[in-house]
């Protein structure tokens, strides 16, 4: 059994023990998450403007008003008609670049950001125990990396899958496969199958607890928002992410 209290002073003990380097791994955990890439479609979609100039003509040796007439009707047809192209074009460049970088984001978040989060767990974890090491946030990358991202990938492609039947779902699998993460922090070479079973088995009957833990945060997350930020980093982030290794390694005993 645990309660909120111990685990919150577990993580503020380890805070205190880690502060700085706590404060650094929250730092580049934020900078490496990719979160800053939200902004780049949309600048892009402002910056797509489609300038389509109308033909220019000679005028014709015609003088005669039945073929003014006619290079009237012919002029607006191919203005017309040059619109829609454009109108073409543009959206097909656009589509290109938006795949592009929408691909170039998913590589990213899979190869860099998913290891980082394990290694900043690991972190976590070192913290908990006496005192981490700012070089734990590279451990995926020396550890069984290609299992690490292939496990993460299952883990969060599950995730997504069951959040398109709807919202609960999706949530519900968050919080069953919460501590993957931590597991592969400490057993890189598991089989996907198994850390995402063990995690399953961790959180059986813990899920409602957890979530009222998340529940517990609300306050700080507001003090967040009003500071900017800068306290979501100094001590909101460090303390949510101390917390929740204090909380697996609680229910390792399981």
Known sequence: ???RKELK???KEALQRNYWKSVLVT???????GNWFGSITSS???????EVESPVFDDWEETEEFQ???QDETIQDLENENIIIGVIVTAVVFLIIFF????AILVYEIFIELPVIVGA???MLKGIEGKGEVRELAYAFDHSYKNVVKVMFHTELSIFLWSMLFVVPGVYKQYQYRMVEFILAEQPDLFYKEAMQRSKDMMNGEKWKVFVLDLSFVLWEIVSVMTCGIAHVLYVAPY???TNAALYRRLCGK
């Not at 730092?27 to 998450?33: G, K, T």
């Not at 892009?44 to 489609?50: H, I, L, N, R, T």
């Not at 592009?100 to 691909?103: F, Q, R, S, Y």
């Open 1 to 3: 059994m645990w309660t």
């Open 9 to 11: 002073q577990q993580a």
């Open 27 to 33: 730092l580049l955990l934020l900078f490496l998450s």
């Open 44 to 50: 892009m979609s402002d910056g797509m403007v489609a």
């Open 68 to 70: 003014m007439d006619l």
């Open 100 to 103: 592009l970088v929408l691909g």
């Open 121 to 123: 767990n690991r972190f």
């Open 240 to 242: 949510k992410y101390l």
